[in-house]
């Protein structure tokens, strides 16, 4: 094992660790993986390990932080002018709903634990609330709110329904229908 002093290598085997770690989790559960698992899937010994990782739980944090950086990525908060507003803001927390399913489902307490405590994580989320909300009030699409109170309640409602719906493994179809019909409720709240 590696002392907390040592250089770490990072190689092509971190990333097989990172995947092999990875595919455990959604095949088998975040739950189950350890560093055994990992050994003797990849056929390679403690010392392989050890000098790219201090812990199991240094892997499943890269992989957390991944899983949130791809929920990140994929939002695009463009608008159409010749689109609903509403509906492409449905759309898009939809899209988000969509990609935490298929990203963090197996990960889900590990994910939400870890989220749940990021101050940047918080600050990316709400101020990119904001910059919406900003725009819909310029654009005359809501009516005016206090951006900072509102993107943290609109954050507030997407993550915990997000945390819900996948803690509960609602079906993604069933979440998505549930999520359309109670978001619909604060948008129409907005609307001027």
């Not at 298929?102 to 870890?114: G, L």
Request: proline share 1%.
């Amino acid at each position: 094992m590696s002392s907390a002093n040592e250089e770490l290598i990072v190689d092509e085997m971190s990333q097989k660790i990172i995947d092999a770690a990875s595919y455990l989790a959604a095949t088998e559960g975040v739950h189950t993986v350890n560093v055994r698992k990992i050994l003797n899937h990849l056929r390679i010994t403690n010392r392989v390990f050890y000098n790219r990782f201090h812990n199991i739980d240094e892997v499943l944090k890269i992989i957390s932080e991944n899983s949130i950086l791809e929920v990140r990525k994929s939002l695009k908060f463009h608008f159409d002018e010749n689109k609903n507003f509403f509906e492409q803001i449905m759309d898009e927390v939809e899209k988000t709903l969509i990609i935490s399913y298929e990203t963090r489902m197996n990960f889900a307490h590990y994910v939400f634990e870890n989220d749940s405590v990021s101050e940047s994580n918080y600050k990316w989320w709400t101020e990119e609330i904001k910059k919406i909300l900003n725009y819909a009030m310029k654009k005359g699409f809501i009516i005016k709110v206090d951006p900072d109170m509102t993107s943290y309640a609109i954050w507030c409602f997407i993550r915990g329904f997000n945390t819900d719906a996948i803690g509960r493994k609602i079906p993604l179809e069933e979440a998505i229908k549930i999520y359309r019909y109670g978001f619909k409720f604060i948008l129409n709240g907005l609307k001027a």
